[in-house]
């Protein structure tokens, strides 16, 4: 099956640094989702993005479906930024609409 | 937006014990529903695909008698974990697509002990 992996494992930020989350698949996707898992286990829908740019707030990704990643940037952050970010993809060729979840990336935002 | 509602949200039980989860779109009708399972610090693990009124499709390496899918309505899907043991201790966690225009919304999430 397709491989979603995302870098890096973890990061740690302080208070109104910015940062780039990369995720890395091994096949064609014609879907793509980032999510933010907050501590208590809830997932929030960020983006959908099977390619382009889109931006919410302090938030921006940038999918190239062609190279086969998929980026999300998060300016200015916040400790409500802590959490996991995921990406998740759907594989036209691996049968069904089956959304495949990265490793994800743990992030951890200081005062 | 579309909520979807997962009940219990932790359960603790004796090894042995079936639990049941649900999960139900509250505003919006939902022809397939996913299960995934998320260990400690890891990614979330599909574990199977309902379709209502139909019987599930179980990922490989997922014991189908063990946990039992249940998708009677296009609102409800359930989880039982049977004879649950420590090593079914996890956090579960529902997803729903939209029939109308097929965006996926997630529950809250279920964590099981079980001792």
């Known amino acids: 099956g397709i491989q979603v992996e995302q870098s890096p494992p973890d990061l740690i930020l302080q208070e109104g640094a910015n940062s780039t989350l990369r995720c890395n698949f091994s096949?064609?996707?014609?879907?793509l989702q980032w999510f933010h898992q907050n501590p208590w286990g809830q997932l929030i829908n960020l983006f959908y993005?099977?390619?382009g740019t889109k931006q919410n707030g302090r938030l921006s990704a940038t999918t190239v479906a062609t190279e086969r990643y998929s980026l999300l940037y998060i300016s200015s952050s916040q400790t409500t930024d802590s959490g996991v970010y995921f990406c998740a993809v759907v594989n036209p060729t691996g049968g069904g609409n089956k959304l495949t979840f990265g490793t994800g990336t743990q992030l951890k935002v200081e005062l | 937006g579309a909520v979807v509602s997962q009940h219990p949200s932790w359960v603790i039980c004796k090894s042995g014990t079936s639990v049941k989860i649900e999960c139900r779109s509250l505003d919006f009708q939902a022809t397939t529903m996913f299960w995934y399972r998320q260990f400690p610090k890891q990614s979330l693990m599909l574990m199977a695909t309902?379709?209502?009124?139909?019987?599930?499709?179980?990922e490989q390496g997922v014991e189908k008698d063990k946990f039992l899918i249940n998708h009677a309505s296009l609102t409800l899907s359930t989880l039982t974990v049977t004879s649950a043991h420590p090593e079914d201790s996890s956090f579960y966690i529902c997803?729903?697509?939209?029939?109308?225009?097929?965006?996926?919304?997630f529950g809250s999430g279920t964590q099981l002990s079980v001792l």
């Open positions: 309902s379709n209502e009124g139909s019987k599930a499709t179980y």
């Open positions: 096949d064609s996707v014609n879907n």
């Open positions: 993005i099977p390619s």
């Open positions: 997803s729903a697509r939209a029939q109308i225009d097929e965006k996926l919304f």
